[in-house]
């Protein structure tokens, strides 16, 4: 055989093996019944536009879709929107909308639902504040949305398709509805079917929904998406010990949160899959600068550097956790260390010192945790014996995940309250500190240094100077204490080995994801 015949013989051989395999997997990806997600929190609401819980997104993502989100690496992507032009003086955002896309309730998708959308997010959004450069919207055709602002925002695009708190579109005639009172009907992959509360939260796959054909698979919150499940169960199994069971069990095909103890027993498990997320939120707590004593800079000082760090990790992780001082972490391009000297302190006597200087009597120090997410709970309980230890009058109440957030709101309820801040993958500096500048300002009180400080961060012209802005806005939170920054948590997620084409991510995607056998 001549060496051209050898060559057509071997690109035939590999052509028929490359057909063999695609048609094999083709074969492995079929429908499914069901899934059952396991994750440790119910949602305080449904709602995508009046709730920063990550028990939310969980669910509410596969529910709803953006104008444009972010892919697997960050990048900014296009998912309700076809394209995007800006124009010369970075004034007008002009989004052409993908057509023929379906609600679930059967109405077509158009550019009034755009706008009507981000209107509701104006008045309601808990993250508001990235509308507020914008002067004007407008739907001059069903599938154009254009946007104006006051001045250039060079990370516009960043901010619009963050996902903290989306930006999520929603039919039109919704856009009256109050903050948590939103039906749930968007564009994604799966429609609502039930919520049983303390039980699960039920999806079916929407039959109407075009995958994007733009993308070959999952990206991010965007990709081509295809549902490979009748219906989807977002379990909610708030003791971890069940969690594990579940999962062992087969009962639970994935859970969000493996303890690491657990983690370390099941290693060797060949029927389980686990995957580590590294630097899966600052664990800490936000300080209320309303209520006495924590209204006093010196009360609040006398907390953060009585603080020992590596005990609250330590013992709220079981060890999966790292200690650094930055609100980025170390390899993000804002990784800043402004601050660090007012980090993990951990000087009791000076703590001691400082209480007795501001006068401090015995007012009673609030902390408010939740039975929902083991980590915070725990970390509650020792910096609540720490506090004691400087001669802080300390109580401690602890509520379900949901009553812990409708408490946050209440400035007279708590001067500590305890939270995993979200600054992992597709989150930047922007979104990570959008808590503490007006309108959010979970400390209650209005900083103008900071909302300035924000200002200057999202308009600043160049990297540079938004780095720079950035560490002074870091500096600033360390200075007013308005975060109290523990560590950074590792979570490990988990899936039986059954389970193919799950990839872990900050939210989990059910998307793409089938059941093997």
Same mark, same amino acid.
């Given at each position: ?48 536009? @009046? ?49 023929? !896309? ?6 077509? !998708? ?87 509360? *303390? ?15 733009? #993308?070959?698979?999952?990206?991010? @919150? ?24 579940? !999962? ?69 992780? *079981? ?15 804002? #990784? ?6 007012? #980090? ?65 709101? *209440? ?32 400390? @209650? ?27 002074? @806005? ?13 560590? *950074? ?29």
């Amino acid at each position: 055989m001549t060496t051209l015949n050898i060559r057509k013989w071997g690109a035939l051989l590999l052509v028929s093996v490359c057909a063999a395999l695609s048609a094999q997997g083709a074969l492995a990806q079929k429908m499914s019944e069901i899934l059952v997600f396991g994750q440790e929190a119910t949602p305080p609401t449904l709602d995508p536009h @009046f709730s920063t819980s990550v028990a939310t997104r969980n669910v509410a993502m596969h529910i709803f879709e953006q104008l444009i989100t972010r892919d697997e690496n960050n990048k900014v992507i296009p998912e309700l929107a076809q394209s995007w032009q800006i124009s010369p003086d970075q004034l007008t955002y002009t989004f052409k909308i993908r057509t023929g !896309l379906k609600f679930h309730n059967g109405k077509e !998708l158009t550019s009034a639902d755009v706008k009507a959308s981000f209107e509701r997010y104006q008045r309601v959004g808990l993250a508001k504040v990235t509308l507020a450069p914008v002067v004007a919207m407008s739907a001059p055709d069903p599938a154009t949305f254009v946007i104006k602002v006051d001045k250039p925002q060079p990370v516009f695009l960043e901010e619009l398709s963050a996902f903290v708190v989306p930006i999520a579109i929603i039919p039109a005639e919704q856009a009256s509805k109050e903050g948590g009172k939103l039906d749930l009907i968007g564009t994604g992959p799966m429609q609502f079917v039930e919520w049983v509360p *303390d039980s699960h939260i039920r999806l079916k796959r929407f039959e109407g929904y075009q995958p994007d054909t733009r #993308y070959k698979g999952t990206d991010g @919150f965007g990709g081509q998406k295809k549902m490979w499940f009748d219906t989807v169960d977002f379990k909610i199994v708030k003791e971890a010990g069940a969690r594990v069971a579940g !999962l062992e069990s087969g009962q639970l095909q994935i859970i969000g949160d493996l303890p690491a103890e657990s983690a370390k027993r099941l290693a060797n498990d060949k029927s389980i899959v686990i995957h580590d997320l590294k630097n899966f939120w600052l664990h800490g707590a936000w300080v209320n600068h309303a209520r006495p004593p924590t209204n006093d800079l010196r009360v609040r000082r006398a907390i953060q550097i009585a603080l020992d760090m590596e005990e609250i990790m330590e013992i709220a992780t *079981d060890g999966a956790y790292t200690l650094q001082p930055g609100f980025q972490y170390p390899g993000n391009p804002y #990784y800043v260390t402004n601050g660090e000297a007012l #980090y993990n302190v951990k000087d009791p006597k000076k703590a001691a010192a400082l209480l007795k200087e501001a006068g401090y009597n015995g007012e009673e120090l609030v902390i408010i945790t939740n039975s929902s997410y083991q980590s915070m709970y725990k970390a509650a309980q020792v910096v609540a014996e720490q506090l004691k230890a400087i001669g802080l009058k300390v109580r401690l109440d602890v509520f379900d995940w949901g009553t812990a957030m409708k408490n946050r709101r *209440d400035p007279n309820a708590w001067n500590l309250w305890f939270t995993g801040q979200g600054t992992g993958p597709s989150i930047g500096p922007f979104t990570a500190m959008k808590d503490v500048v007006s309108p959010q300002k979970n400390q @209650f009180v209005a900083d103008p240094v900071l909302d300035k400080l924000f200002a200057e961060l999202v308009s600043g012209t160049t990297f540079e100077a938004r780095k720079a802005t950035f560490g002074k @806005f870091q500096e600033r939170v360390y200075d007013q204490v308005l975060f109290l920054k523990f560590g *950074d948590l590792i979570r490990k997620q988990a899936a039986r080995s059954n389970v193919k084409g799950f990839k872990p991510y900050r939210i989990p995607r059910m998307w793409n994801v089938w059941l093997e056998g």
